[in-house]
């Protein structure tokens, strides 16, 4: 198969054969999907296979692939240039679209990527607060920057379970603690016994070992502890922002967090990432302040448009009433089928994203992942697959709905899972 031969090339040129590691299908342990092109929900291969897609560019394609709008925006955009290293009236524009939205946002930083707005956002923290510490949660992934690759999520649960990656220095990662998600208890000692933390950073619904949201009040906690301390709290909206709501997972909670990363969707199917927050704390980056950053395609207009484009989409009345539906509609009957069989899987759902944990009965921090069971996911995957359906390829992911999919696929993956249960479970 051409898939198989460009893979097979691709690992004589490239470590593993991919760009990032996840692409490779380790945990299903086969050769990969090599995309050739995408529309709707659907995505097709470069032997002309098509699949039902799940994963959505992991969560960026909230639209589907190639939305006519958002295609049409920057095809119009790219005939003026692809990249000026000058300020463009896009950036501008998006910017002031996402103050609108997020209210906890006052000014932002955009960037090329999830991980320089983590790390942005960690450098800019102990800049604002002169601390050297920063809170993460084991399970949580908040990209491939040294002092947050411990403990995580994603890919890297694979890798290992303390330092996460070899070439991450102990005296880089020593300023980093981890605790446990959902651990009230953990989060009160750690504060009671010290006083130069200058930031917790949380996604505020897990999704990068599995969709897994925060118990009744622990970001309303987080949000206590950190406030009373003079520490900033951060919120890893990378996934979440503009996925769970239009004003995105803080906003669904109700929570106000001092810094908002966000990436993927604001980007319209293009690479980005962007940093937010309060005014006050925003201004000690350069060229105002002393906490430097910087970056060549930050901003890039092409993907400015993409993304106010995709925003103003969003905006539509009803959207995400309408993609609720489709959700429920989805998650409904593998919900009763586990719920009357009693099969030991969990299914695990917030808004349009979503997770099916095999082996176990309990899905609240990563500790509950120590038993999931990584061959029964393997067959699901394959199952699926064999059956036109692409899911996100590991146990340890999460999986997406778009406003592109259609009552009829649904129905049809939904009745896929139900007959994996019946011959498996």
Same mark, same amino acid.
């Given at each position: 198969?051409?898939?198989?031969?460009? !893979?097979?090339?691709?690992?004589?040129?490239?470590?593993?054969?991919?760009?990032?590691?996840? =692409?490779?299908?380790?945990?299903?342990?086969?050769?990969?999907?090599?995309?050739?092109?995408?529309?709707?929900?659907?995505?097709?291969? $470069?032997?002309?296979?098509?699949?039902?897609?799940?994963?959505?560019?992991?969560?960026?394609?909230?639209?589907?692939?190639?939305?006519? =709008?958002? $295609?049409?925006?920057?095809?119009?955009?790219?005939?003026?240039?692809?990249?000026?290293?000058?300020?463009?009236?896009?950036?501008?524009?998006?910017? /002031?679209?996402?103050?609108?939205?997020?209210?906890?946002?006052?000014?932002?930083?955009?960037?090329?990527?999830?991980?320089?707005?983590?790390?942005?956002?960690?450098?800019?923290?102990?800049?604002?607060?002169? =601390?050297?510490?920063?809170?993460?949660? /084991?399970?949580?992934?908040?990209?491939?920057? &040294?002092? #947050?690759?411990?403990?995580?999520?994603?890919?890297?649960?694979? %890798?290992?379970?303390?330092?996460?990656?070899?070439?991450?220095? #102990?005296?880089?990662?020593? &300023?980093?603690?981890?605790?446990?998600?959902? &651990?009230?208890?953990?989060?009160?000692?750690?504060?009671? @016994?010290?006083?130069?933390?200058?930031?917790?950073?949380?996604?505020?619904?897990?999704?990068?070992?599995?969709?897994?949201?925060?118990?009744?009040?622990?970001? @309303?906690?987080?949000?206590?502890?950190?406030?009373?301390?003079?520490?900033?709290?951060?919120?890893?909206?990378?996934?979440?922002?503009?996925?769970?709501?239009?004003?995105?997972?803080?906003?669904?909670?109700?929570?106000?967090?001092?810094?908002?990363?966000?990436?993927?969707?604001?980007?319209?199917?293009?690479? %980005?990432?962007? #940093?937010?927050?309060?005014?006050?704390?925003?201004?000690? #980056?350069?060229?105002?302040?002393? %906490?430097?950053?910087?970056?060549?395609?930050?901003?890039?207009?092409?993907?400015?448009?993409?993304?106010?484009?995709?925003?103003?989409?969003?905006?539509?009345?009803?959207?995400?009433?309408?993609?609720?539906?489709?959700?429920?509609?989805?998650?409904?009957?593998?919900?009763?089928?586990?719920?009357?069989?009693?099969?030991? %899987?969990?299914?695990?759902?917030?808004?349009?994203?979503?997770?099916?944990?095999?082996?176990?009965?309990?899905?609240?921090?990563?500790?509950?992942?120590?038993?999931?069971?990584?061959?029964?996911?393997?067959?699901?995957?394959?199952?699926?697959?064999?059956?036109?359906? !692409?899911?996100?390829?590991?146990? !340890?992911?999460?999986?997406?709905?778009?406003?592109?999919?259609? &009552?009829?696929?649904?129905?049809?993956?939904?009745?896929?899972?139900? =007959?994996?249960?019946?011959?498996?479970?």
């Amino acid at each position: 198969m051409k898939s198989r031969l460009i !893979y097979q090339s691709s690992c004589q040129v490239m470590p593993g054969g991919v760009s990032s590691p996840i =692409r490779s299908f380790s945990h299903v342990k086969t050769p990969p999907i090599i995309a050739h092109h995408g529309k709707g929900d659907m995505l097709t291969d $470069v032997d002309g296979k098509s699949y039902i897609d799940f994963c959505m560019s992991w969560g960026a394609l909230i639209l589907g692939h190639a939305h006519e =709008r958002v $295609v049409k925006a920057a095809c119009e955009e790219i005939q003026l240039g692809s990249s000026f290293g000058l300020s463009t009236e896009g950036e501008e524009k998006l910017a /002031t679209k996402i103050v609108e939205l997020l209210p906890s946002v006052e000014k932002i930083r955009f960037v090329s990527s999830g991980t320089e707005a983590t790390m942005t956002a960690i450098r800019l923290a102990r800049g604002f607060t002169e =601390r050297p510490k920063i809170v993460k949660f /084991t399970g949580h992934y908040h990209g491939h920057s &040294d002092s #947050l690759l411990v403990q995580a999520g994603s890919g890297v649960f694979s %890798v290992n379970s303390t330092a996460t990656s070899k070439g991450v220095n #102990l005296s880089t990662v020593g &300023d980093t603690i981890c605790l446990a998600f959902n &651990d009230f208890d953990a989060v009160s000692a750690l504060f009671e @016994e010290r006083e130069d933390i200058a930031a917790v950073i949380v996604e505020p619904i897990a999704a990068n070992m599995g969709v897994i949201a925060p118990e009744a009040g622990f970001l @309303e906690f987080l949000r206590e502890c950190t406030r009373a301390r003079g520490t900033l709290l951060i919120f890893d909206e990378v996934i979440t922002g503009f996925r769970t709501s239009l004003s995105g997972a803080q906003g669904r909670f109700a929570i106000d967090p001092d810094l908002t990363c966000l990436g993927k969707i604001i980007g319209g199917g293009f690479s %980005v990432g962007a #940093l937010g927050g309060k005014a006050e704390i925003m201004d000690h #980056l350069a060229p105002l302040g002393d %906490v430097y950053q910087a970056g060549t395609l930050s901003g890039n207009p092409v993907t400015m448009r993409a993304g106010i484009e995709t925003l103003l989409t969003l905006e539509g009345a009803g959207f995400y009433e309408t993609l609720e539906k489709k959700a429920q509609r989805f998650a409904k009957p593998v919900e009763n089928a586990i719920q009357t069989c009693g099969y030991n %899987v969990v299914f695990q759902r917030i808004g349009s994203m979503f997770t099916l944990f095999f082996g176990i009965q309990e899905a609240c921090s990563r500790e509950d992942l120590k038993n999931l069971d990584q061959k029964m996911f393997a067959r699901f995957f394959h199952f699926l697959r064999e059956r036109g359906v !692409y899911f996100s390829p590991s146990p !340890y992911e999460a999986c997406f709905l778009s406003s592109a999919h259609s &009552d009829e696929h649904l129905d049809f993956t939904a009745e896929a899972i139900l =007959r994996f249960f019946e011959e498996f479970l």
